[in-house]
């Protein structure tokens, strides 16, 4: 009995096994949203003003009744750059204005509101000092470019060293790393370790997605795909109440990342390695074994007598003796998809797909987080407006499919954001109700790009291409914040720029194969055929049709036979 027909039946009910399964990769993915963004609050920027030694106190207050008198006015307001010289002799008690002469200085210290708030307050990184300004954006820089290092390299170990290994090895990692950074001594200790973190951490959520899309049947890789970024858009919010209720930049990093390592135990011991994965290295024994426990966690009857040596995958990968001719190499795999004129194509349009959607997605998030009020709530806010777009995507996928959702999103999104070119300035909320509403579709496209980006490549080199995909929108996501600049030039270029991106991919998305809920290629051949009815036919084919009701198990009957009999047991007794 092949492999596929008998994982299938066992997700024909979801059972204890996919629960407790998809909880633990869903824990991964929440530790994941509260590293991705943490750098927005180690970062944050605070009101500030010049520092006065001859007039402050140990307890300095933001505006005492002296400050009009040390420092300049800017605009009307003290100025944060500069101050008054202090005449000699002066203290505390005589700060004054005849205690201080015409002339200005640099400042060169400064008083904030929460002086451990972030690191610009903790080592002075003002936008007075001599390059402070850079400093604090360059962590946001440092921190995607590690992303972009290490989605690549985590997709090929994944794929060589088990999905499990190196999520564990990630989050492991990532923990002490965190750790870490949260005793930098100084800024480039910190910085060093910023652009470390990631090359870890990001490559959770590749090996994290691809396990659940493996575990699963197809008819359930869409929601899958959903209910990863609704949980992914909950630990973000998450991160927001924490940072909230630790406003002290390394505190909350300690509560982050304690966290996940208190964790590893956990999924060390309960999460299973994918199948999928197993037996296309050859480890069919172990695959076996992990099926006939998910197959005892979903029954609620006693186990019935089912012969699971025979539960192999034909015509792909046999249990080997180890040596590596019997084993194909990732870079011999990459090589003949790459001669594959369909699916080279397909791999660019792939990565050209998460470029503009990365550049989209975290544009419009930077360009339109500006409103006024609690700045905690507001990022709590602008992340969970993502979960209704994730939650209709999984409608219109099971409606239009994979690439009309996919085209279909992108376009409203660039409509969106051309309209808001047009929109009055003078009135706020119809330009904002445009940014929601452009970002609520490419939180549609983001959705069903992750399921297209695992479904359209064969499994030995699923996870690799899957993370090049990813790196290469992390290229969006470098590009993203320098288009606040564009709006000097035009105050709403920014979003004609974000449009045009939206829609050239969403025409390119048409080119994808119209999946529906086909079986996830094994093979290059099968890859290629995605999409037609000889692939269809192929797959159904393979699968013969059960009959009702399935006869019992007896003890006359051959090993062949009840091997064959595995998918009626199986539909039987779950």
């Known amino acids: ?38 750098y927005v609050f180690t970062t944050l920027r605070s009101d500030h003003r010049c520092h006065i030694p001859e007039c402050d106190q140990e307890l300095s207050e933001m505006a005492p009744s002296w400050l009009p008198m040390a420092v300049p006015l800017a605009d009307g307001l003290p100025d944060p750059c500069r101050r008054f010289v202090a005449l000699p002799g002066i203290d505390g008690d005589s700060c004054t204005a005849e205690a201080f002469s015409n002339l200005t200085q640099e400042c060169t210290q400064w008083v904030y509101p929460n002086k451990e708030l972030s690191i610009m307050t903790e080592w002075d990184l003002t936008p007075c000092a001599s390059g402070g300004d850079w400093q604090v954006t360059l962590v946001g820089t440092m921190n995607n470019i590690g992303r972009v290092l290490g989605l690549p390299l985590s997709g090929y170990l994944s794929d060589r060293y088990g999905r499990k290994t190196i999520l564990l090895a990630s989050l492991a990692v990532s923990g002490v790393i965190g750790i870490a950074r949260s005793v930098s001594p100084s800024y480039m200790f910190f910085i060093v370790l910023e ?8 490559g959770m ?126 870079s011999t795999e990459l090589m003949a998809l790459l001669r594959s004129r369909i699916l080279a194509f397909r791999l660019f349009n792939c990565c050209f797909a998460w470029v503009a959607i990365m550049f989209v997605y975290d544009g ?40 009309l959702s996919l085209s279909g999103s992108f376009i409203l999104a660039a409509f969106c954001c051309f309209a808001f070119h047009f929109l009055p ?5 119809p330009r904002t109700a445009a940014v929601l509403l452009a970002k609520l579709c ?77 079986a ?22 393979s699968v013969a049709p059960a009959p009702a009701p399935a006869p019992a198990l007896t003890q006359t009957q051959t090993p062949v036979e009840v091997a064959l009999t595995i998918p009626e047991a199986f539909v039987t007794h779950l």
């Open 1 to 38: 009995m092949e492999f596929e027909p008998a994982l299938e039946a066992l997700s024909k009910r979801f059972g204890r096994f996919h629960l407790v399964t998809l909880s633990l990769i869903c824990m991964t993915y929440v530790f994941q949203a509260l590293f991705y963004l943490s």
């Open 425 to 429: 300035a003078d009135v706020p909320w």
């Open 205 to 330: 959520g590749s090996s994290a997605l691809v396990m659940g899309m493996e575990v699963l049947p197809s008819s359930a890789r869409g929601a899958w795909s959903v209910a990863s970024h609704v949980v992914f858009a909950l630990g973000q919010a998450l991160l927001g109440a924490v940072a909230w209720a630790l406003p002290y930049w390394r505190w909350l990093l300690r509560a982050l990342y304690s966290s996940a390592l208190l964790t590893l135990p956990l999924l060390w011991l309960f999460l299973p390695e994918s199948m999928r994965w197993l037996v296309s290295k050859g480890r069919v024994r172990d695959a076996q074994n992990i099926l006939r426990k998910a197959a005892k966690m979903n029954r609620s009857e006693s186990t019935c007598q089912i012969n699971f040596d025979k539960v192999e995958l034909s015509g792909v990968t046999k249990e080997s003796d180890g040596s590596a001719d019997e084993k194909p190499d990732i």
């Open 442 to 518: 490419v939180t549609i496209s983001f959705t069903v790009i992750y399921v297209l980006s695992t479904e359209l490549f064969p499994t030995s080199v699923r996870a690799t291409l899957f993370a090049t995909c990813a790196t290469m929108g992390r290229m969006g996501s470098v590009l993203a914040p320098q288009t606040p600049q564009l709006g000097r030039l035009l105050d709403a270029l920014p979003m004609l720029v974000f449009g045009g991106a939206a829609m050239v991919s969403g025409l390119l998305a048409l080119t994808f194969p119209d999946m529906g809920d086909e």
């Open 195 to 202: 652009f470390i973190d990631p090359m870890f951490y990001d």
């Open 364 to 403: 419009l998030s930077i360009n339109s987080v500006t409103m006024a009020g609690n700045r905690y709530l507001n990022f709590i806010l602008v992340v969970l407006i993502e979960i209704p777009g994730a939650l209709v995507t999984a409608k219109m996928m099971t409606l239009f499919g994979r690439r």
């Open 520 to 541: 996830l290629p094994d093979t290059i051949a099968e890859a290629e055929a995605l999409g037609r009815k000889s692939m269809r036919r192929r797959k159904t084919s």
